[in-house]
């Protein structure tokens, strides 16, 4: 498999702005400052988001449009989306802010006529979500604001599955221990990452084509 191009293509506020060209997407959400713009960057191979340190940073649902030749599924050239979510359990403004936040995701799962129902690959909708990534900080297992989201989630019908992020931050014993907390808290096995030091990327891609390969 080989990455061709990456790039950013916008910042969509709605379901709206976001292209209606069938590529199929693949969504990281996760609470802010859990490394969804650093894992992004080490997919790409290139600073395409833009990391900091302070938490809250996402406003709008970022797409970058990658395109890669052959991989899981056979020999050939395809596309697709990573979509950066507005991280969820904080955000600087106050309260108005993470509802703001919170209706820029939710818009993302749902249909531009406004109903409020989740997208499926039969909708005529702008974009195919071929999966979502809930990427949890592995430091931190089992925390409310996750597994709220991994409630919701859940409800949405979408393709999911769960990523640990910073694994390269614990020993080998807690490595273990929270990896065992997350799969009974979160009800999956996570798929153990460092963005910074390339851990588990090579599995990711393979689900992330997979995923986008599918249908």
Do not use: C
Not at 132 to 146: C, E, I
Not at 186 to 215: F, V
């Amino acid at each position: 498999m080989k990455l061709l191009e990456a790039r950013f293509v916008t910042s969509a506020p709605d379901a709206r702005a976001i292209p209606a060209d069938g590529i199929p997407h693949v969504a990281l959400v996760g609470r802010s400052n859990v490394g969804k713009s650093t894992l992004i960057n080490a997919l790409a191979r290139a600073a395409l988001a833009r990391t900091s340190a302070a938490a809250g940073k996402t406003r709008l649902a970022n797409l970058y449009r990658l395109t890669i030749e052959g991989g899981p599924g056979g020999p050939g050239r395809w596309s697709l989306y990573l979509a950066d979510l507005p991280g969820y359990g904080y955000a600087r403004g106050g309260d108005e802010s993470v509802a703001e936040l919170a209706r820029i995701a939710a818009s993302y799962f749902e249909d531009v006529g406004g109903a409020s129902r989740p997208l499926s690959a039969d909708d005529k909708a702008p974009h195919r979500i071929a999966g979502v990534l809930q990427l949890v900080d592995a430091r931190h297992p089992g925390l409310d604001a996750d597994i709220a989201a991994a409630h919701w989630l859940q409800s949405t019908g979408v393709e999911w599955w769960l990523v640990a992020t910073k694994v390269d931050k614990l020993s080998r014993t807690e490595r273990a221990k929270n990896l065992k907390e997350l799969e009974q808290k979160l009800g999956m096995a996570a798929l153990p990452i460092s963005a910074r030091g390339g851990e588990g990327l090579d599995d990711l891609w393979r689900l992330i084509a997979n995923l986008s390969r599918q249908r």
